[in-house]
């Protein structure tokens, strides 16, 4: 049994970067070298590209991640000075799923791809439901098993916005978490069609996590010029819970009534599902099947903490590697907004305990 690992990062945008650099500088070095070089592989974008292409690429995307986040881009800077990696390089291993669908645009062959990044299964769950009256946010994050030993923790203490505790990977800003002010964000990767130069799902992320009220942190997502095809989940201590299907100028936004809402890895929205590329028929059954089992597990009720956590170990949602395609449930987290209760496990949630945590 592994405890998650956890760095903190405090002071300003730069020293935060800095200190996250300088922590697991070989790391990512090491990651962002499989990334980048992942970035430029038929196997994933349907068409190769030369390094310097797609460093170019990631290149032509700086602008637009400063624009929509300054603090956040200072963050990266710091990351960049301590790792020796350059910002390009960087984008690229925070955004990688955004990026692959940036680059697939750029291809004339479409048509389905031989590796794909997208078994997440994760739920918005109402006060009504939850045993103690108080909602959750939850999801397993998966990924393919070459990412399960960068996964990392962050428990940031900006000077410039609330507390908060993200899921990560060595090198990336956040990319699952929860702030002190009760704003809960959840992802799940989808196959877009139509990527383009803009900004990458980590960067809206943490802005969101920047934010105070939900609606703000809607509109992180539903104002941003997205490089890539993700789908969203927000919850507040409120009891407010709201998914959204985003992709490069659209996003569908459903707002959870009295029932647990439950989000996979396929669209729902047939506005969406126009604007993603072709899925392989096993990646398509596995989400398919995935979202069935939670929904069924979900509306067995006694919807606890415990209860939640034995969700994500189901053999049908905690997915292990298996050649070809290696995905795997590389963590999992649990979020309560109301509470601040933070729930998180590093690698499979079956061989893994969960470590709480106060945000």
């Known amino acids: 049994m ?26 990512i070095r090491r990651y962002t070298a499989e990334r980048v070089a992942l970035a430029g592989s038929a196997v994933w974008t349907g068409h190769a590209m030369e390094r310097d292409a797609v460093l170019a690429l990631a290149e032509a995307c700086l602008d637009a991640h400063a624009a929509y986040a300054p603090g956040l881009m200072l963050e990266l800077e710091g990351l960049a000075e301590a790792s020796g990696l350059s910002l390009a390089e960087l984008i690229i291993t925070n955004g990688f799923t955004d990026f692959i669908d940036l680059v697939y645009a750029r291809g004339a062959a479409g048509g389905a791809t031989a590796q794909v990044e997208d078994d997440c299964t ?3 769950i109402p006060d009504a439901l ?22 990392l923790l962050l428990q940031g203490r900006p000077d410039d916005g609330p507390r908060f505790m993200a899921f990560s990977l060595t090198g990336c800003v956040g990319m699952i978490g929860m702030n002190a002010a009760g704003i809960a964000v959840g992802i799940n990767n989808l196959l877009g069609a139509e990527g383009q130069i803009g900004v990458s799902w980590p960067f809206v992320v943490r802005k969101a996590l920047q934010q105070t009220d939900i609606e703000a942190a809607l509109a992180c997502i539903t104002d941003a010029p997205l490089m890539g095809a993700h789908n969203f989940l927000l919850a507040d201590r409120h009891g407010t819970g709201i998914n959204i299907e985003a992709m490069p100028g659209h996003c569908h936004i459903t707002r959870r009534g009295g029932a647990a809402l439950v989000h996979s890895n396929h669209c729902l929205d047939a506005a969406t599902l126009r604007r993603c590329r072709p899925r392989a028929p096993a990646s398509q059954a596995s989400s398919e099947a995935r979202l069935a089992r939670a929904q069924t597990l979900l ?4 919807l606890s903490a415990p209860a939640l956590m034995a969700l994500t170990r189901d053999p049908v949602i905690c ?8 995905m795997e449930t590389c963590g999992a987290a649990l979020m309560q907004p109301a509470t601040g209760q933070f729930w998180a496990v590093q690698g499979l949630p079956t061989e893994n305990d969960y470590a709480r945590f106060t945000v």
Do not use: I, K
């Open 122 to 124: 994760a739920f918005l």
């Open 130 to 151: 939850s045993v103690d009256g108080h909602g959750y946010l939850g999801q397993t994050w998966d990924m393919h098993a070459g990412s399960r030993p960068y996964v």
């Open 2 to 27: 592994s405890q998650p690992r956890v760095l903190s990062l405090t002071g300003t945008p730069r020293d935060m970067g800095r200190v996250h650099g300088a922590a697991f500088a070989d790391e």
């Open 319 to 326: 997915v292990r590697a298996t050649p070809p395609l290696e």
């Open 299 to 302: 509306d067995a009720g006694g």
